[in-house]
């Protein structure tokens, strides 16, 4: 698959197994020829990511650039059982009101 834009190149790397999750991954390289930054040498951005269609969930992600270094982003302990219902209830000591019928 290619990016239409000058200097990028766009990569699928298939599907694999994160914590048990099936997501596809996609490389999108930047190349920055030298001169055109204020860099000597040609200059590579790499972009990767990798994504589950099932859950819609961006499960890594990765950017290594030679300008700021690399930044990684991962789930970790990742759950997906239901959530205990108590966490959507209100707190201990609070009660709810249908305000509908009883107007204070």
Do not use: C
């Not at 190149?9 to 298939?14: N, Y």
């Not at 999108?28 to 001169?35: E, M, Q, V, Y």
């Not at 040498?41 to 269609?53: D, F, N, Q, Y």
């Not at 950017?63 to 209100?90: H, W, Y």
């Amino acid at each position: 698959m290619a990016y239409f834009q000058k200097g990028y190149k766009s990569e699928d790397l298939g599907v694999k197994q994160i914590h048990g999750i099936a997501a596809r991954g996609s490389r999108l390289t930047r190349t920055i020829p030298a001169g055109e930054e204020g860099n000597d040498k040609e200059l590579k951005v790499v972009t990767e990511t990798w994504r589950s269609a099932d859950y819609d969930l961006l499960l890594y992600a990765m950017q290594d650039d030679p300008r700021r270094g690399r930044i990684t982003m991962e789930f970790e302990n990742l759950k997906l059982s239901e959530p205990d219902p108590a966490v959507f209830g209100p707190p201990a000591g609070y009660r709810v009101v249908d305000a509908s019928t009883n107007p204070e």
